[in-house]
């Protein structure tokens, strides 16, 4: 009897509650700490699609990338650059599935068949064009939409897309080479990273660039931009082709069925433009779309992704400017039916004979649902919107901008640019305040 007293003394210890407390206690911690080091593996994971050699930055901190590849308290919010926009959707639910609703009235509609199934809708869908839209036989129209953050480049681009149900809308493909601008040296023509990307996708090959693929893939303003691939990619899901989507092969495809293939691109000095003009394996026309650099600043103080010298300080943004306008009129004589220079507060003047002029510059139809995007009537104070009233629009950053802060230094710093340009320059912040002067004071000198 006297061997089973250790074993007994051992069960009266376990039973007690203050053990039976510590090993719960002990449990526990094992388990929260299971699950934060799933945690952390899947988010090493995610950041290290990003870290193939054309992607690593040794000048940028963790803050970037929490904001490019996950979902950062503040980023979230902040969304990405001109696609800003789309993220901010995901966080209006409501206005989302009343959208959804008038989409699917939309579709009925201009289905023209009741006894349509929705699956056969959606098998039609990329098939249908109106009167006058590019059709498919005809070769692929591409159009370079060139541009620098905040410029009203989201507003124009959703008009472009507007021109053919087949568009294939390109939307920031250089979005994963973070907030910089990349120049062309004097001493050199070696192709960076970013022109390489952006001369293959003007000929829509994806294979080359796999994790450009799989980074658009993730990311939820690109999908909403880039409805003709969603499109695609949704039907492929239907016919349970789901991953179709995750490959280059399979999305090349689709971009070469399009239609038009519209490229917004931000991050490029123009003067990588001409290398890619006087390449004879592509045919393309830019549009290079400008705007008033104050009201340019003033946007990007309200967005916290602004962060580097190329996108928030005037001396390096105004200097960047000027290299650009110098190569505006030498495109435009030695290009005249592949480049044209655009001045977003000129546009909004009058917006549809803007459009009219643009479309005929690509030799495209107006077509009535870039009209109807149009038709907005009051301006909008949400910097995510681009249903807004146009010619309102370009002038509500001049009653919201600080003259002090952003207006004298950006009109130091761009003085040359604002000349060209045919902005005014505003001596007093009374003046500036007042909508009864123009911005615009005369046509501009490119």
């Avoid at 699917?104 to 023209?112: I, P, T, V």
């Avoid at 039907?235 to 349970?240: D, R």
């Avoid at 910097?383 to 600080?402: E, G, I």
Wanted: proline share 4%; hydrophobic share 35%; glycine share 6%.
């Amino acid at each position: 009897m006297d061997s089973f007293l250790p074993l007994e003394s051992m069960i009266r210890k376990i039973s007690s509650p203050w053990t039976l407390l510590s090993l719960l206690a002990l449990l526990s911690a094992l388990v929260t700490l299971s699950a934060l080091r799933g945690a952390s593996l899947g988010r090493w994971e995610k950041v290290a699609v990003l870290r193939g050699p054309f992607f690593q930055d040794d000048d940028l901190n963790d803050e970037d990338d929490d904001y490019y590849t996950g979902r950062s308290e503040d980023s979230a919010n902040a969304g990405g650059e001109d696609d800003d926009y789309w993220e901010a959707i995901e966080e209006k639910e409501e206005e989302e599935k009343e959208e959804g609703k008038v989409e699917e009235r939309r579709g009925e509609k201009e289905s023209g068949d009741e006894g349509t199934t929705k699956g056969e809708e959606e098998e039609k869908e990329g098939e249908k064009t109106t009167k006058d839209e590019p059709k498919e036989t005809e070769k692929q129209k591409v159009i370079l939409l060139w541009t620098s953050w905040r410029s009203g480049s989201t507003f124009l681009g959703e008009l472009l897309k507007r021109v053919s149900r087949k568009t294939f809308y390109s939307y920031e493909p250089l979005h994963l080479f973070r907030v910089r601008v990349f120049d062309k040296r004097d001493d050199g023509d070696s192709l960076t990273p970013p022109v390489v990307l952006l001369r293959d996708l003007l000929q829509c090959n994806f294979e080359a660039h796999a994790n450009l693929v799989k980074y658009q893939r993730n990311k939820e303003w690109y999908a909403r931009a880039n409805t003709y691939l969603g499109a695609a990619c949704k039907k492929g899901k239907s016919l349970g082709q789901g991953a179709g989507c995750s490959s280059p092969r399979v999305v090349s495809e689709v971009c070469r069925s399009a239609s038009v293939h519209l490229i917004k691109v931000l991050r490029l000095s123009l003067r990588w433009a001409r290398t890619l003009l006087e390449n004879k394996d592509l045919d393309f026309q830019i549009l290079y779309l400008v705007r008033d650099p104050r009201a340019v600043l003033s946007s990007r103080g309200r967005v916290g992704w602004c962060k580097s010298p190329s996108c928030k300080d005037p001396n390096v943004t105004c200097s960047l400017l000027a290299g650009d306008l110098a190569e505006v009129p030498v495109l435009q004589r030695e290009f005249p039916d592949r480049f044209k220079f655009l001045l977003y507060d000129e546009l909004c003047q009058d917006m549809t004979a803007s459009l009219a002029d643009i479309m005929a510059f690509l030799g495209l139809p107006v077509q009535e649902k870039q009209t109807e995007f149009l038709q907005a009537e009051k301006a909008s104070k949400d910097k995510y919107s681009v249903n807004k009233n146009s010619l309102l629009q370009a002038q509500l950053w001049r009653s919201r901008t600080s003259y002090q802060e952003i207006v004298q230094p950006v009109q130091r710093s761009c003085k040359s640019s604002l000349e060209k340009l045919g902005l005014r320059t505003f001596p007093t912040e009374e003046e500036f305040l007042d909508l009864n002067v123009p911005a615009i004071e005369r046509p501009s000198k490119l």
